[in-house]
């Protein structure tokens, strides 16, 4: 939670200064001694527009209305980003299917060891929906996140 906690934290402070970084994934997280967290490669990042619709970035981090819909919000693929993090720290896994570009959960495998809240949090940063999945700011103020 204190590693996940700044990461959200870092893309709250991005989206409040309309900066969308557009490739948040684990491989772009570095942790120092003190595990504080630091975002890295900004390569991809742009100034906030309604929405994209240009593949930069990894593929296997983007929300899943770029691959039906053809775009994405920037805060809704944030949002998504940092679920696709948060799922790997806790399952260990990201079912990525590059053959129909589709993540997979596969709750009986992945997720048998994390606690009900967990789940239910993971389902509200990952929903398919975008106008549904969570906010950033929801998710820097969540209970989940915030509790000990």
């Not at 990042?45 to 296997?60: A, E, F, K, L, R």
């Not at 693929?77 to 990525?96: D, Q, V």
């Not at 048998?112 to 103020?141: G, T």
Request: glycine share 4%.
């Amino acid at each position: 939670r204190k590693i996940f906690s700044q990461l959200a934290n870092v893309a709250y402070d991005l989206h409040k200064a309309k900066i969308c970084h557009r490739d948040f994934k684990d491989e772009n997280i570095l942790i120092g001694a003190d595990d504080r967290v630091y975002l890295i490669d900004f390569g991809t990042t742009m100034d906030y527009d309604s929405s994209y619709s240009d593949c930069v970035g990894t593929p296997c981090f983007f929300a899943p209305e770029y691959y039906y819909a053809g775009y994405f919000r920037p805060e809704e693929l944030t949002a998504w980003s940092l679920g696709a993090i948060l799922y790997i720290m806790l399952a260990k896994y990201w079912r990525w299917s590059n053959a129909d570009e589709s993540w997979n959960r596969c709750p009986e495998k992945d997720e048998s060891s994390l606690s009900s809240s967990a789940k239910k949090f993971l389902d509200q940063i990952l929903h398919e929906n975008p106008d549904k999945r969570m906010k950033l700011l929801d998710i820097v103020n969540s209970d989940w996140l915030n509790s000990e």
